[in-house]
């Protein structure tokens, strides 16, 4: 079947300017204020593809311009254990994640998959640019993997210390490498290591929030629950480390709306942070639309306490237009800041309620449900989204082997441009 690309224009957030997509736009070039474009699709109904497989059903609400091969869709299903030790009604669990009980298949256990089908089906087939992504770890690994599989050219930036989270179930193809900042660095590091590269016109940013493919890839979450339940939730809950998916989800709710058999509400937004990485919430509990000031030393210094150390982004679209403080304005809701312990807790009693294992940065969201039930913040009775966005690593490990990656090249941020170009370009 030749799939027919998805028809979009491209709407800026901050004054509502409708213009064309010039095929990678990340910004309108006549804004004059920081802000997200977004996708303003042709079809207007929630409609499901059924002519295609996995993640791509909700081709429809997503700006690709293919089908890519080894997708799997976020799976949603009623709570029974969790919603009982709550005492909630109506939870639903949207897990993205390996979990085969469940119909869960995402091999890299996170729903970063989302992002990576949906980015790099936006990519033309037959693009001569290298695609350039700076993550924390879960990004990194889905990005591999459906580069790997796709023979999609990819060059990835981490922090070295992140390593650990590039595993797969077999060795990557040669047409992705992986470049490191040295031990002791973090995200935020990765990401100036990336942008220098990014000056070469061989390479091409991925855009993170701004490439408005990945945050309606993290959106088909909210479309799962929508689908499973038929209707539009009154509440949700997922833990940030740039907030992207909740404005992705926010977004896709607005669409709900405008579709009008889903319901005409917006979900109240609960994201929440692993203390004392807190930089988002505390801003929103400041009632600052700018972020608090965070120094590069205090950022790395907190990023190394956390558990969940994907949630450490220090430059998250949170002030500009469109970004996590106008969602949660739009919306309603709160922010909430989880401890290590907390955590923990939560991490193995949801082992224990729902029978897989999950990651650090959901067990947050997790032990944020459990605290919005003890506060009032949620009814009994209200329908409950709780977006588990990463799980099953030990199950996927246990039905595989598994290959661990390591960085073609370990690279200062700090050295300048011309040689950190020069031994990227080597690579390929």
């Not at 997200?36 to 295609?52: G, N, S």
């Not at 220098?196 to 945050?215: Q, Y």
């Not at 607005?254 to 004392?276: A, C, V």
């Not at 729902?354 to 009994?380: C, M, N, Q």
Request: proline content about 5%.
């Amino acid at each position: 079947m030749t799939f027919r690309p998805t028809d979009y224009k491209l709407m800026n957030c901050a004054d509502g300017r409708i213009f064309e997509d010039e095929g990678w736009t990340l910004a309108d070039p006549q804004g004059s204020v920081p802000s997200l474009v977004r996708a303003v699709y042709a079809e207007k109904k929630f409609e499901i593809r059924d002519d295609l497989d996995g993640f791509y059903r909700y081709a429809n609400w997503l700006p690709v311009k293919r089908c890519l091969n080894h997708s799997s869709a976020p799976v949603t299903y009623r709570s029974e254990g969790l919603a009982g030790y709550l005492k909630l009604d109506n939870l639903y669990i949207t897990f993205s994640g390996y979990n085969p009980d469940r119909g869960a298949f995402m091999h890299t256990c996170s729903f970063k998959e989302t992002e990576a089908y949906s980015v790099c089906a936006r990519l033309p087939e037959h693009e001569d640019r290298i695609l350039v992504v700076a993550s924390a770890g879960n990004t990194a690994r889905a990005f591999a993997k459906v580069c790997s599989d796709n023979g999609i050219k990819l060059l990835l930036s981490i922090p070295e210390d992140n390593i650990h989270a590039l595993w797969f179930d077999k060795p990557l193809n040669d047409c992705v490498k992986i470049m490191a900042a040295p031990k002791g660095s973090d995200y935020f590091d990765a990401i100036a290591l990336g942008d220098k590269v990014c000056l070469s016109p061989m390479f091409l940013a991925e855009g993170g929030a701004k490439n408005i493919a990945r945050r309606d890839g993290m959106g088909t979450t909210v479309l799962s629950a929508v689908e499973t339940i038929g209707r539009i939730p009154d509440a949700y809950f997922q833990a940030i480390g740039s907030g992207t998916g909740t404005i992705a989800v926010w977004e896709n709710n607005l669409r709900l709306i405008e579709d009008g058999r889903f319901g005409s509400h917006k979900m109240r937004l609960y994201p929440s942070q692993n203390d004392p990485f807190t930089i988002m919430y505390d801003s929103w509990k400041a009632g600052s639309r700018d972020l608090l000031p965070l120094a590069a030393e205090d950022a790395r210094l907190q990023a190394a306490k956390i558990k969940a150390k994907v949630l450490s982004n220090r430059k998250p679209p949170y002030s500009l237009a469109g970004g996590v403080f106008d969602a949660m304005k739009d919306a309603g809701g709160d922010m909430y800041k989880i401890s290590n312990d907390e955590l923990d807790f939560w991490k193995a009693k949801f082992l224990e309620l729902e029978g897989v294992d999950i990651y650090s940065a959901a067990a947050v969201a997790v032990a944020s449900l459990d605290k919005a039930v003890r506060e009032g913040a949620v009814r009994r009775d209200e329908v409950i989204m709780l977006n588990i966005t990463g799980g099953g690593e030990k199950l996927a490990k246990s039905h595989k082997q598994v290959v661990n990656a390591v960085p073609s090249l370990v690279l200062d941020p700090s050295l300048p441009a011309e040689e950190i170009i020069s031994k990227a370009e080597k690579l390929f």
